[in-house]
């Protein structure tokens, strides 16, 4: 006999199952817990919004363990785009500091992100093959993000077969959305607004079958310098609502969550400590490395304002300014020297006269 479950226990079942965080928690709630495995999401913005950025932090957030509000598995990440005019791919230096500040290996962590770039409209539409191919290889895959996914399909002022371009569109975005529906996949697709002379919310760029595939759209909008209004204009089961996000401090996007700098650089001392102080050979090398512990831990408030990717890379960035420091007081000792040796050397010449 078949088992009858009432739509209480179906919603309860559904809001249990693991969803991954957007990095906000005003946003997760917005969206209904954050992203789930099984639907498909646009979000859209111009540059100002913060769009790139969520993109970013979605990829990486993808890699936590559940238990940390991720997936627990691997990332597929497809970006569309003219790379030679446009010079933008992903942003593997922005990717670099959201997987330390989560406190993930970087290498193992960029080894679990697959890449599929596409730039031109015929390689955008060999994109399906490609992913099949890798969902087939690699089924610890949990999300697909497509990166500006209407772009090369959007047609310029007064170009002609408009029609043809989005069916083509149209036909990519049916694959992209069929693979990761039978594969169970979550699936995060931005593009940006299309243009218009009102003040209304614009509509997304790819026309209204991606609207149509898309199970939850949100708008970004930059509004003040300090905050971005979010706009859930389509959802399940909740209904269009409008909030405004706090940005944190130097405007990033969601108050992106990072852990005390003092805390991640204490982390990567002790770690190069056990794993590189020891493996030297060179006692002297050994001394060096301490003298330069005592300079990384006396320059923290100016290593926190640096604005660099990893702890790792501003720790070589303040031994670097130590070390010419440590060269221009030797500088200046040897021209004191060679001064005073000048001096004694004309006096000796007077003595022989």
């Not at 917005?30 to 979605?58: A, C, M, N, P």
């Not at 559940?66 to 593997?92: H, P, Q, S, V, W």
Request: one cysteine or more.
């Amino acid at each position: 006999m078949s088992e009858f479950k009432n739509a209480s226990e179906v919603l309860e079942e559904k809001l249990s199952h693991p969803r991954l965080s957007t990095g906000s928690a005003d946003l997760d709630s917005l969206i209904g817990g954050g992203i789930e495995k099984g639907l498909s999401y646009l979000f859209y913005g111009d540059e100002e919004s913060g769009v790139d950025l969520l993109i970013h932090r979605i990829v990486v957030n993808s890699l936590l363990p559940t238990e940390r509000f991720g997936l627990g598995g691997k990332c597929a990440y497809i970006y569309c785009g003219n790379y030679r005019r446009e010079k933008t791919m992903l942003d593997t230096r922005l990717l670099t500091y959201l997987i330390k500040a989560e406190r993930m290996d970087p290498m193992k962590a960029l080894d679990n992100i697959y890449v599929i770039c596409s730039f031109s409209e015929d390689q955008q539409e060999q994109v399906f093959e490609d992913l099949l191919s890798l969902l087939e290889r690699d089924p610890e895959i949990k999300l697909v993000v497509v990166h500006n996914i209407a772009k090369l399909f959007t047609p310029s002022e007064g170009e002609r077969n408009v029609r043809d371009r989005i069916m083509r569109l149209q036909k990519v975005i049916h694959q992209i959305w069929r693979a990761c529906a039978e594969n169970g996949l979550a699936l995060v697709v931005s593009c940006r607004p299309f243009k218009s002379g009102s003040h209304r919310i614009p509509k997304p760029e790819g026309g209204k079958y991606l609207k149509h595939r898309a199970s939850v759209i949100v708008y970004f909008r930059r509004k003040m310098r300090n905050s971005v209004s979010a706009f859930l204009i389509k959802h399940p089961n909740r209904p269009p609502r409008m909030i405004r996000i706090k940005l944190s401090e130097g405007g990033d996007l969601l108050g992106r969550i990072t852990h005390p700098f003092r805390s991640l650089l204490q982390e990567e001392i002790d770690n190069l400590k056990r794993t590189y102080r020891e493996a030297l050979m060179d006692a002297k090398r050994r001394e060096a490395f301490d003298s330069l512990v005592h300079t990384w831990s006396g320059e923290q408030g100016a290593m926190s304002y640096a604005r660099v990717p990893t702890v790792l890379d501003v720790m070589l960035l303040t031994a670097a300014v130590d070390n010419r420091k440590l060269i221009e007081e030797a500088l200046e000792q040897i021209k004191t020297l060679r001064s005073k040796l000048e001096e004694i050397d004309a006096s000796l010449r007077k003595l022989l006269e």
